[in-house]
């Protein structure tokens, strides 16, 4: 379904990815995992359409997606990693606004906010204004705002920094259910927890390139440079064990 | 440009504006209160009754006739409120700031200015203690004593007893005046006509001629729209404000676009499928709106309480708010590119707003600025902005009059507008 090639950004002399290529299939959740700075966030900002990469593609069932109006881009819902919500407003109205960029009518427009509600818990506090909302509640309307149009494929950049261990759960199960609902989920997380329980498939980048590419399974393999951790081998581990344990600040 | 979105897109700003209470006090109550303060500082013609007089002290040392008559129309005058009393007195309410001015007549000057007025002999001295701070109402003080002084003076020397008096000694003392004897000749035919002149009958106790006067009166006719229509200082007032606080919105409307990009509300919108058009455009539509919105509430405040009416094209008005407005927004879209942070974006985005508005004249009529400065204002937009209102208001002109200020602004919102879409940042990481 999603289809990523060789894609290349630059920022003035810093090369912040440099040539990464991977591919997502409906209802599996891909962990794209890197330490700081190894051009996770600027992947996903060129899969959403808000870089335009210096060369490479981002195909969308054999499609290439191209310019800020590609009709592509409806096919794709964005988690950012910031709670990008209008406090002033209510999580219905939010959601509105965010709705009708997508072209929606007011009746599937409606329909797509009970939907998205329902499936993040928050259905009775539509009507409330965010600044009032917890920092789960926020980061749930967060995940519901990307889900409005129905995309087929959901872009996630950290989307649970900053929550309890409820509000993380209850964000869990639904990607679960969305998933089950056959959705291509991209999911970047510095929480290695998180992609062992999610992932169906993990992608590690470093230094912009893609250094690994696997099932868990595949990557938590007996290697001969990973020390194992309490007596086995996690996520963690080879993580460390591909990316070196020098600090990314 | 998918319309909806676009739509939807200054719905939202709309919506945001208006629940932040802070927000909508600053661009509706302070152009209201503003204006309303400065329209009464220039009002323009008003009733003398209404108008404001400038507190002067009087000492009089002489009590003479000629020191009491001064006294006197220094009281009469409309333009002042004299009170008279002790020269300590007079030193310590004008160092309060209580009055403008203090004038101590001298003793003896009556006297002395007399023979002065003819034989150009030592002059006496009036003592002015002024305050520094009202320099513009010493000017006009200084004005009206000569006035004043002049018309005593001269109507005692020509008819009062002791102007006689004056003519006398004058007359005697004139063989040994230095000056020429041609002009000692002429100068005595001149004080004995007017010996003559008293001794016909015209004294004190008669009819007195009211010595030396303004040779003129004046018939003033302020040129607005019609005859019988005063300007209005809140008509000016009331479009400067509303002009400045058009741009204070300007700024704040940068400031949000700064902060949604810093808390991710871009990075949503750009993954949305519509056009970098849509989303700048929709900034400058929801600004406009708003801008109008101010200025329509400042007038409509002015013309109920202050009586400000739109004596020319009402659709010239119009055409001028929104002009006004779409270059206010467009501004504000020009800060929004050029700024890197919320905070950085305020701190010099207020500083040249504040220039532009004074320079534009939207403080004080930009009649008061050396002429050199006022050409230089003519590269500012609040100034034509400003020049529109009026011409719209209390000038009266038609529509016609406001063609060029609208182009001009509508000039100046491409500008900002080009140089915002140059220098727009579109790549959110």
Do not use: C
């Not at chain 1, 506090?125 to 965010?130: E, K």
């Not at chain 2, 900034?283 to 109008?292: C, E, L, M, Q």
């Not at chain 2, 902005?385 to 491409?414: C, E, K, N, Q, Y």
């Amino acid at each position: 379904m999603l289809e990523v090639q060789d894609l290349r950004k630059s920022f003035g002399t810093l090369v912040a990815v440099a040539g990464v290529s991977f591919q997502l299939e409906p209802g599996r959740i891909l962990g794209l995992l890197g330490p700081n700075g190894a051009g996770k966030t600027t992947t996903v900002s060129m899969i959403a359409g808000l870089i335009t990469p210096d060369r490479g593609d981002v195909r969308i069932d054999g499609q290439r997606l191209s310019g800020d109006t590609d009709p592509l881009k409806r096919r794709i819902g964005l988690v950012p990693q910031e709670l990008a919500l209008y406090d002033e407003l209510t999580a219905f109205d939010n959601l509105r606004f965010f709705g009708s960029l997508y072209g929606l009518t007011r009746v599937e427009l409606d329909r797509a906010i009970g939907t998205a509600l329902g499936i993040v818990g928050l259905v009775e506090r539509a009507r409330d204004r965010v600044k009032a909302f917890s920092g789960g509640m926020k980061r749930r309307l967060n995940l519901a705002a990307g889900l409005l149009h129905d995309p087929d494929i959901l872009l996630l950049d950290e989307p649970t920094v900053g929550v309890d261990p409820q509000s993380r759960n209850a964000i869990f199960d639904n990607l679960d259910e969305l998933r089950r609902q056959g959705k291509a989920l991209l999911y970047t997380t510095h929480y290695m927890e998180e992609a062992e329980r999610l992932a169906d498939r993990i992608v590690i980048i470093d230094h912009g390139r893609v250094i690994a590419n696997d099932t868990l399974a595949g990557l938590t393999r007996v290697g001969p440079d990973v020390e194992p951790k309490d007596g086995r081998l996690t996520l963690e581990s080879v993580f460390l064990a591909m990316t070196g344990r020098s600090l990314r600040d | 440009m998918v319309p909806t979105a676009f739509a939807a897109l200054i719905a939202k700003d709309l919506k945001l504006f208006l629940s932040d209470r802070r927000a909508v006090i600053l661009a509706f109550a302070m152009p209201v209160a503003i204006g309303s303060f400065f329209g009464m500082l220039f009002p323009g013609s008003r009733s003398t009754e209404t108008q404001s007089r400038i507190p002067i002290l009087v000492v009089d040392l002489d009590t003479s006739d000629i020191s009491r008559a001064m006294t006197a129309a220094l009281a009469s005058d409309k333009n002042l409120s004299s009170e008279s009393t002790s020269i300590e007195q007079a030193r310590d309410r004008v160092r309060r700031g209580n009055a403008a001015v203090g004038i101590v007549i001298p003793q003896g000057f009556g006297d002395a200015a007399g023979r002065a007025f003819f034989s150009g002999g030592e002059k006496p001295q009036l003592q002015l203690l002024y305050d520094p701070s009202r320099g513009m109402e010493l000017a006009m003080v200084r004005g009206l004593i000569t006035q004043h002084v002049m018309e005593s003076v001269s109507r005692e020397v020509f008819t009062g007893e002791r102007g006689r008096k004056v003519i006398d000694d004058t007359i005697r003392s004139l063989d040994s005046a230095a000056m020429p004897d041609d002009q000692k000749r002429l100068l005595r035919d001149m004080l004995e006509s007017v010996q003559r002149f008293n001794a016909a009958g015209n004294t004190a106790s008669t009819s007195r001629t009211p010595g030396i006067t303004l040779p003129y009166d004046v018939r003033e006719e302020a040129m607005t729209a019609r005859q019988s229509t005063n300007y209005n200082g809140f008509a000016h007032s009331f479009a400067g404000m509303g002009l400045q606080f058009m741009l204070m919105g300007a700024i704040n409307f940068a400031i949000e676009i700064l902060v949604e990009r810093q808390r991710g509300l871009w990075k949503r919108l750009r993954s949305a499928p519509i056009s970098k058009l849509t989303l700048l455009g929709s900034k400058v539509g929801s600004g406009t709106v708003i801008g109008t919105l101010v200025m329509l509430v400042s007038f409509g405040f002015a013309i109920l309480v202050w009586g400000v009416r739109i004596e020319g094209s009402v659709a010239g008005f119009i055409g001028v708010t929104i002009a006004s407005a779409v270059m206010a927004a467009s501004y504000g879209l020009l800060i929004a590119a050029l700024g890197k942070t919320p905070n950085a974006a305020r701190g010099a985005s207020v500083l040249a707003t504040l220039l532009m508005v004074m320079l534009g004249g939207a403080w004080v009529p930009t009649f008061v600025f050396p002429a050199w400065l006022q050409r230089v204002t003519l590269i500012m937009p609040t100034r034509w902005a400003v020049d529109g209102f009026d011409a719209m208001t209390w000038r009266g002109f038609g529509l016609s009059a406001a063609l060029l200020p609208i182009l001009v602004l509508l000039g100046f919102a491409a500008v900002f507008w080009l140089l915002a879409l140059a220098r727009f940042r579109w790549e959110e990481v």
